[in-house]
């Protein structure tokens, strides 16, 4: 069984603020990293780091050379990277003293995966082996629908949640992966709608799809027809969250692929996660199986 993250490569430029800059404010930083990141990316390192075979597909130009290496030493295959002549994608990111972030994406590589790319990059995948996307490279649609036709099984995170999901085929996923703010919103409900809500409401919508929503202090909640689970988070305090919704998708799909049960592989995703907030950093926050299981 293999498993390919087709998705985002970002350098991640985080910059440590008092708060989130407000509309035409101006204030200084008193700290800036430039780290390895994007939400496919951090996933692929998350489901490496946790133990599992992990091929990543992706486009990135000469400027995301450090970040190729830095997957390499987590022993993820890189094969399936595409190296262009333009910017690799770009988040700049402001963390205020709380350690909730803000974020402004620029695609670079991550919207100039082409159809013929597409084709070329999923060509090897065999039925059963896994596919993880989420929401920021183009064409998913396609990649969703021809992942399916050669019967590899598909986990989604639909972040960010933008208009563009609303035209994915999400009924072709085996796993859904949100936050309580996109679960609502894929729910069609309010933002404040409780999270065992909006779990009855995906089950519904999406009922052969096994759905998993992290909704903060609240804790992690599983819906799949009419099972419900829930585990509490780990408490720890917060420096950092960037990355941590990445996190907790990587160390339950592992722990689901290593057999564990739905309520332990919630609970090894909320304890890594809970590690991943403690630090600052995306890629590099993500703790290792070691630290973990
Ligand atoms: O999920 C965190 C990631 O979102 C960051 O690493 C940043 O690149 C953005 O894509």
Not at 155 to 183: D, Q, R, T, Y
Not at 221 to 246: C, H, L, Q, S, W
Request: aromatic letters at 8%; glycine letters at 8%.
């Amino acid at each position: 069984m293999k498993v390919l993250v087709f998705g985002s490569i970002n350098i991640d430029l985080l910059y440590s603020v008092d708060h989130i800059v407000k509309p035409g404010e101006t204030i200084s930083s008193s700290m800036f990293q430039k780290s390895a990141g994007g939400k496919g990316a951090n996933q692929a390192a998350a489901l490496a780091k946790a133990g599992l075979h992990v091929y990543m597909a992706g486009k990135i130009g000469s400027d995301g050379k450090f970040i190729l290496e830095l997957l390499e030493s987590y022993k993820i295959n890189t094969q399936k990277i595409i190296k262009y002549d333009g910017a690799t994608g770009q988040a700049i990111i402001q963390i205020d003293k709380n350690g909730q972030n803000s974020i402004i994406l620029y695609p670079g590589g991550n919207e100039e995966i082409t159809v013929n790319e597409i084709q070329e990059t999923l060509s090897g995948f065999n039925p059963g082996d896994i596919i993880v996307l989420q929401n920021e490279i183009v064409h998913l649609d396609l990649i969703m629908e021809t992942a399916k036709k050669q019967g590899m099984r598909i986990c989604v995170n639909p972040s960010p949640f933008n208009e563009k999901i609303s035209s994915l085929p999400l009924n072709l996923a085996n796993w859904i992966f949100v936050n309580e703010i996109e679960g609502a919103a894929l729910a069609g409900l309010p933002p404040e709608t409780d999270p065992q809500t909006v779990l009855d409401k995906l089950t519904k919508l999406y009922p052969a799809v096994e759905i998993i929503l992290t909704a903060g202090k609240d804790g992690a909640f599983y819906g799949f027809g009419k099972t419900r689970i829930k585990n509490e988070i780990v408490k720890v305090p917060v420096v950092d969250t960037t990355a941590a919704g990445d996190t907790f998708t990587g160390f339950f799909l592992t722990a689901r692929e290593k057999n564990m049960s739905v309520q332990e592989s919630l609970k090894i995703a909320c304890k890594a996660s809970s590690i991943t907030v403690s630090k600052k950093g995306a890629m590099e926050s993500i703790p290792f199986a070691n630290e973990v299981f």
